[in-house]
């Protein structure tokens, strides 16, 4: 398997690096499909006569392996380069499918959790390191562009994997004309075992075309000290190890947490919330179920278009005061939903589109801003560990929330003031995240590596 290891993949003289994004997005926009797991949710949930909580566990479990194998594999993935962990990524990601297929056609839930959730999250975890930390060395001198090409594909997979899904599943299903259909446990095993044969084969055109720059790489005309004159930017470099030993790691750990749990307080309760905001005395709503799905579709654009974005505007603005405006800004278009959302259809959309912009935005800047603090050594493993923060936040971030509407009422019958409590707690949450967002300093002299890390010395001998 020598032809998976680091060495293989240097780049030759001349190489364009600009045909690194696409391999970086194939495996991004594969692994995306996590945030499409509610068009089948419901015929799941008919497949294996349980409630909506167990087959949500499938989600959650796959979110938390994500965080758990990026933290811990992490360094692997730094030291063993990205097409060894690009192509174990696909094998996980695949198998997941396959195995949770198996469970489907013989009616065993836990193989569906051992498939998609624990498996499929060990690839996801693996997926979604590999490549950003690739592109940031790269694009040295447009490190938030570079992650937000790559992260913007994770976003973006849901909005190509919805309607081939659902595509499927109609064409699988001999009785999907019926009225009120719901498919059919056989027709969501034969989609899975279509994503696992198409994800894999996109994945390893990923995985073989990905190509890291060699030693003293960099663009031309690029000049490293107009980079790290800024500040907060280092031209130093710190360890994984040493990384979580500094409060920056942990405050920048408190930011992101902060930024994803209130992210997730819309977009978890997207479609209801709309239609709650704007419900009448009798009951009804004026905005009904197709438009509140047309509502989430266009937060998962919102959420798309934010990655690439606000961390592509990150390189100008610099990362902390970008940061500054998810948190800060975002705090107050929160305070302006709650009080006054429900006046206008039109306000409230607004809102909504631009919070989840920054949530977007806040996933794509991190790996920028631990490129940053940290440096290109070993950004992947740190990457990985600062995701430790997503999973926490995928399990707070909907615990607040839900636990409040519960308090409030019966679902299907809250209105725009029962809301409101939740969303003042996300108000105090962003807070509390832009607090820490302003305690970030540069990293201490005493966590740098004694000698240059491999791949920083730089010269002009290559072409970008």
């Known amino acids: 398997m020598s032809w998976l290891d680091r060495d293989r993949t240097v780049a030759p003289p001349g190489f364009n690096r600009w045909l690194i994004p696409p391999a970086a997005l194939a495996v991004h926009l594969s692994i995306g499909q996590a945030y499409a797991s509610s068009v089948y ?224 307080g819309i977009l978890e309760q997207a479609a209801p919330m709309i239609q709650d905001f704007f419900r009448q005395s009798g009951g009804s709503s004026l905005v009904t179920a197709a438009v509140a799905g047309g509502f989430v579709g266009l937060l998962s654009i919102a959420n798309m278009g934010g990655r690439f974005v606000w961390s592509a505007t990150s390189d100008f603005t610099g990362r902390k005061n970008i940061y500054m405006v998810y948190l800060g800004v975002g705090s107050v278009l929160y305070l302006v939903l709650a009080l006054f959302g429900s006046g206008t259809t039109v306000l409230y959309v607004i809102l909504a589109f631009v919070i989840i912009s920054f949530y977007g935005g806040g996933f794509a800047t991190a790996p920028a801003y631990l490129r940053d603090l940290f440096g290109t050594f070993q950004v992947g493993a740190i990457h990985g560990r600062l995701l430790t923060a997503w999973s926490a936040a995928g399990i707070a971030g909907p615990l607040i929330v839900n636990s409040i509407l519960d308090a409030q009422g019966t679902p299907g019958q809250l209105t725009a003031a029962d809301y409101q409590a939740a969303l003042l707690a996300m108000v105090g949450i962003l807070v509390i995240g832009f607090v820490a967002n302003l305690l970030i300093t540069p990293v201490a002299s005493k966590f740098h590596e004694a000698t240059a890390a491999p791949g920083t010395v730089r010269s002009t001998r290559r072409r970008a």
């Open 41 to 264: 949710k419901t015929a799941l949930v008919s497949h294996f006569t349980t409630g909506l909580t167990q087959i949500g566990v499938i989600f959650s479990l796959a979110i938390v392996m994500l965080g758990l194998s990026a933290a811990v594999l992490g360094t692997w993935v730094d030291t063993n380069g990205p097409r060894k962990a690009m192509f174990v990524s696909a094998l996980f990601w695949s198998g997941g499918f396959l195995i949770a297929a198996l469970g489907i056609f013989s009616h065993q839930l836990w193989l569906v959790y051992l498939g998609y959730g624990f498996f499929g999250g060990i690839g996801l975890g693996i997926g979604y390191i590999s490549p950003v930390s690739t592109l940031i060395k790269w694009f040295p001198d447009r490190p938030g562009m570079a992650t937000g090409m790559a992260i913007m594909g994770f976003g973006g997979g849901a909005l190509i994997a919805s309607p081939v899904s659902t595509v499927l599943l109609t064409a699988y299903d001999p009785n999907s004309g019926a009225a009120g259909w719901v498919a059919s446990g056989d027709s969501v095993g034969k989609l899975f075992l279509t994503l696992g044969g198409v994800y894999l084969a996109y994945m390893m055109f990923g995985a073989f075309t990905i190509r890291v720059p060699a030693d003293g790489w960099k663009p031309d005309g690029f000049d490293p000290a107009q980079i790290t004159a800024k500040r907060l930017v280092t031209s130093h470099h710190v360890s994984a190890k040493n990384a979580i030993k500094t409060r920056q790691f942990w405050l920048l750990w408190i930011v992101l947490f902060c930024n994803v749990t209130a992210g997730i």
